[in-house]
């Protein structure tokens, strides 16, 4: 097992807004090579697979620039520097993004987005019981649909590359190992 490499030193290279990035000096176990490594901090991220009672996913169409195009997605986002629970966020959330509101929400678990450069975690949450209760509420740099799809037709979205986003993938790899190969019976 590789071991833990010496951190020598960090520079903040930029602020903005909810992301930082910092160089961080290492050292090399193996070599005792000093080698410096970009980072991103950010806070804490929510997503929620969430389920109707008539046996349907809300997801979310939203344009995502990294990308440059559209994509199918589970809710999600930052958490609020004010929650002190994820699952308030996770609430927030789906409410914001869908309109839906949960009967049950249960923690699947949590994942690094990408532990090559981010140092946040993201908390996936399953909401059971879903229904939708309110209008869509976005950040001025939201723009959504919502789109509701039946979970038997999920395998094959993902399949045809509909849904992509590798948290959201996460999210539903979570959900379908706690609740069996197809994710039904929650």
Same mark, same amino acid.
């Given at each position: 097992?590789? %071991? %833990?490499?010496?951190?020598?030193?960090?520079?903040? !290279? !930029?602020?903005?807004? *909810?992301?930082? *990035?910092?160089?961080?000096?290492?050292r090399s176990p193996r070599t005792g090579a000093e080698i410096g490594f970009f980072l991103i901090d950010t806070p804490n991220w929510v997503t929620v697979v969430a389920l109707t009672t008539d046996d349907r996913i809300v997801l979310v169409r939203q344009f995502r620039h990294g990308s440059e195009r559209a994509l199918l997605e589970v809710p999600g986002g930052l958490i609020d520097p004010h929650e002190d629970d994820p699952a308030e966020a996770a609430v927030r959330e789906l409410r914001e993004e869908s309109g839906y509101e949960a009967g049950r929400l249960e923690l699947l678990g949590d994942m690094n987005p990408n532990p090559a450069i981010f140092s946040n975690r993201c908390y996936a949450y399953l909401a059971t019981d879903c229904r939708k209760v309110a209008e869509l509420d976005l950040d001025p740099g939201e723009d959504i649909e919502v789109v509701t799809v039946p979970v038997a037709e999920l395998d094959e979205r993902i399949r045809r590359g509909e849904i992509e986003h590798s948290i959201c993938l996460g999210a539903i790899a979570l959900w379908r190992a706690g609740s069996g190969a197809n994710g039904a019976g929650s």
């Open positions: 097992m590789p %071991d %833990d490499w010496e951190r020598l030193g960090d520079e903040t !290279l !930029l602020r903005y807004l *909810v992301f930082h *990035v910092r160089k961080s000096r290492r």
